[in-house]
């Protein structure tokens, strides 16, 4: 597992993008603290105000500081994004290769549970999770959580199933080593690199799912400033301020192309036709 | 041939059986019941007896075991109950709107096979020069481009300042055109990338190379040798990707307004109006499945080889 650690670590380019994601994100996770006012506070004379001295990128539609406002409205959706995809990476990875191991009748009810619920396009699956958990940041990012481990677990349980009957894994049982050191210091060391590439490609899916659904109106909930319910509220005023448009859409996007390099990359370096 | 289409037809009975019951299952176990979450959006209150009274009315007082069979019963016989915001028929509601959902996504479609596949088919006969990157970037910044963000930003350039294009509703064909771009961008972008990958992969087989050094064109090689031999994986992935464009719909249908399956979908949401809900997730299932099969037999149809496959299963 450390040879290949290192591996990745030996890349440049993909050193660096690692850096300018966590730089990134660390910055709009500390920034409501650097937020000039409170984002919340409405000043009812000030609606869509054009930048001053106080509040340098204007005002919002209710006269909030829309500056502390783009700050404040980053540190929630990227939380949650880190977040979701650690937890289902954990649970979908635990489960896939559990299942696999298992065998038997557990291993193929688990699998046709895995066929049936991904017989349903994931933003359907995620809307009907959303009516049972509730509206609200926390809430749709559990939602998001049940549905999304999904894949996880298949691509597990189809990465053991690769060397389940290899020489290995039958070696150290017949050696009297027990199920669960074969689980974390047989099998896992193989199929953590096919998850965290899927892990470092959903970053971006997943920081695009939260804001969609912010933008629905199930996730943050009024007046928590979201970049994604900042865009359903800044719709309305699209002709007289298009900037409450252009700002939060374009930190969402920027942080998704970061995400999304840094996935690009690492798919390079991890390619099995360089040999890993 | 028939009788695989058959076979997987009749597989995709028991899937949307199963689907059904997962979902209906899900959102009866809820914590949150619909007549309590009603009278929390009106902002009022309400007495014990009255949402017995509301609860017992929709039939939400029996066993869930029960209430899945009464549904079931119904279902079969293509009664999906009534919504429970409007009481309309939830079948009336969904032959209404699924004519627009379906248009839009099949729009998105075929914008993303005729303009993604000339484009990965130039990139491939111009690669490492500037239509290669140009396209290479592209494809990149279509896949990371926030669909509802695209969405808003076109809206303002042909709505709001070049005043083109009507920025909301459904109505007319110039209703369509945005919806139509905004959905099938991410699809191009990333179709652009599969497609010119899938044909050099193909390219860079022995009789790719052999055609070429026979003297024939790289156009001619591309379309009459390379093409059909490459499509068949990349209709297979297309097909998959239908699950995204179905639900990318929604986004779309919200931002400008048309009146498609989607926007119904997210009312339902907040609501918890679960007859809706219910329907809905059963049409994406089975859309889904359709599209899938629909795939992998005209893949099969292109590529001979895929057949011995089918005839083993």
Known sequence: MSIWLIRLWRDMPLRTLFFLNVLAAGFFLLAPFLAPNDPLEVHADLALAAPSTLYPLGNDALGRCFLSRLLAGGSGSLFFTFFIVLAV???????????????????????????????????????????????????????????????????????????????????????????????????????????????????????????????????????????????????????????????????????????????????????????? | MLSYAARRLAFLVPVVFLVSMLSFFLLHLAPSDPVTMKYV????????????AEKRELGLDRSIPAQYGTWLFS????????????????????????????????????????????????????????????????????????????????????????????????????????????????????????????LLLELSKAYGKSLAMRGYGRGRILLRHILPNAAAPILVLLGLSIGDLLGGTIVVEIIFGWQGIGSIALEAVQNRDYPVLQAYVLWMALAYGLANLAADLLASRIDPRLRRTERAA
Request: glycine share 10%; proline share 4%.
């Open chain 2, 41 to 52: 959006r009106l902002g009022t209150t309400a007495s014990q007896e009255t949402i017995v």
């Open chain 2, 75 to 198: 279902a079969v016989q293509g009664d999906f109950g009534k919504s429970y915001n409007n009481h309309q028929s939830v079948a009336g509601i969904m032959a209404k709107r699924l004519p627009n959902t379906i248009a839009l996504a099949l729009g998105a479609l075929l914008l993303t096979i005729f303009i993604a596949l000339p484009l990965a088919m130039a990139a491939v006969l111009h690669q490492n020069t500037a239509l290669d990157y140009g396209l290479r970037l592209f494809s990149f910044w279509g896949t990371s481009m926030p669909t509802f963000w695209l969405g808003l930003l076109l809206m303002y350039a042909f709505g709001v300042r070049l005043r083109l294009l009507p920025v909301m509703g459904s109505g007319d064909f110039s209703h369509f055109i945005l919806p139509c771009i905004t959905l099938s961008v991410w699809l191009i972008a990333l179709y652009v990338r599969r497609f010119r990958s899938g």
């Open chain 1, 89 to 276: 990476a954990f649970l979908g990875m635990g489960l896939g290769m559990t299942a696999a191991l298992v065998g038997g009748r557990i291993e193929f009810l688990f699998m046709r549970f895995l066929d049936v619920a991904l017989s349903v396009p994931t933003m359907a699956l995620t809307l009907v999770m959303v009516a049972v958990f509730g509206n609200g940041l926390t809430t749709t990012a559990l939602a998001i959580i049940s549905v999304s481990w999904l894949v996880y677990a298949r691509t597990s349980h189809a990465v053991v199933l690769g060397f389940r009957e290899s020489g290995f894994v039958q070696q150290a049982r017949m050696g009297g080593v027990g199920r669960g050191r074969i689980l974390s210091h047989y099998v896992l060391p193989n199929v953590l690199p096919h998850i965290i590439i899927l892990m470092t490609q959903d970053f971006g899916d997943k920081l695009l799912m939260l804001s969609t659904l912010s933008l629905l109106g199930l996730g943050a909930q009024p007046p928590t400033p979201e970049w994604g319910f900042m865009l359903s509220e800044g719709k309305a005023y699209l002709e007289r301020a298009p900037l409450l448009l252009i700002a939060p859409g374009f930190l969402i996007f920027f942080h998704v192309v970061l995400f999304n390099l840094l996935g690009d990359r690492l798919q390079d370096v991890l390619d099995p036709k360089r040999g890993i």
